[in-house]
Antibody, heavy 122, light 106 residues
Framework: EVQLVESGGGLVQPGGSLRLSCAAS????????MSWVRQAPGKGLEWVAN????????YYVDSVKGRFTISRDNAKNSLYLQMNSLRAGDTAVYHC???????????????WGQGTLVTVSS | EIVLTQSPATLSLSPGERATLSCRAS??????LAWYQQKPGQAPRLLIY???NRATGIPARFGGSGSGTDFTLTISSLEPEDFAVYYC????????FGQGTRLEIK
């Protein structure tokens, strides 16, 4: 059974930093693109970042470029999101998600974790 | 950025009825369109990818259609567990989601 379990969320002041982790199990982690998707309280979904199977390619939504860094450790079956210079607008539940490839393209997310809440507030 | 507009914002139907949800893209996304279901307090669940392909384990009452800019998610006969929020998502240019359609019990 595929499982994705996020951790590391919490309350942080504006300008602060936080590192999220996602522990993966039930599949060959090193064979999949992985992603972070966030959801502000009561709002819709927003894709944040993707990382290739071997970590050689990374992509970000414009609003987090230069502030967030996605990374992975395939030996530990773990995905990470380092978040710096946090803003109130980053407040959200952050979901780890496994990417689905179709016709060779990353097209959607087929498994999701429950998420970890990040609150940016003074 | 490609904007996805979902309609209606809220759909009120009864169990057994047919549901039709729409997603319109601001420019063509070819067939790179997915649909998700999300219930309160739960993670999203992938229903449809590639506009019309059902994800693993998704019941046959869920169907997707469309290409280019206009897409439809159809639930042929609503079950009580189908009442939730539905999101579309494109992957043609970056990745964006629609704002969601809330399917509620009438």
């Amino acid at each position: 059974e595929v499982q994705l379990v996020e951790s590391g969320g919490g309350l942080v002041q504006p300008g602060g930093s936080l590192r999220l982790s996602c522990a993966a199990s039930g599949f060959t982690f090193s064979s999949y693109w992985m992603s972070w998707v966030r959801q502000a309280p009561g709002k819709g979904l927003e894709w944040v970042a993707n990382i290739k199977e071997d970590g050689s390619e990374k992509y970000y939504v414009d609003s987090v470029k230069g502030r967030f860094t996605i990374s992975r450790d395939n030996a530990k079956n773990s995905l990470y999101l380092q978040m710096n210079s946090l803003r109130a607008g980053d407040t959200a539940v952050y979901h780890c998600a496994r990417a689905l490839l179709w016709l060779g393209e990353l097209v959607s997310f087929d498994y999701w974790g429950q998420g970890t809440l990040v609150t940016v507030s003074s | 950025e490609i904007v996805l507009t979902q309609s209606p914002a809220t759909l009120s139907l009864s169990p057994g009825e047919r549901a039709t949800l729409s997603c319109r893209a601001s420019q063509s996304v070819s067939s790179f369109l997915a649909w998700y279901q999300q219930k309160p307090g739960q993670a999203p669940r992938l229903l449809i990818y590639g506009a019309s392909n059902r994800a693993t384990g998704i019941p046959a009452r869920f169907g997707g259609s469309g290409s280019g800019t206009d897409f439809t998610l159809t639930i042929s006969s609503l079950e009580p567990e189908d009442f939730a929020v539905y999101y579309c998502q494109q992957r043609s240019s970056s990745i964006t989601f629609g704002q969601g359609t809330r399917l509620e019990i009438k």
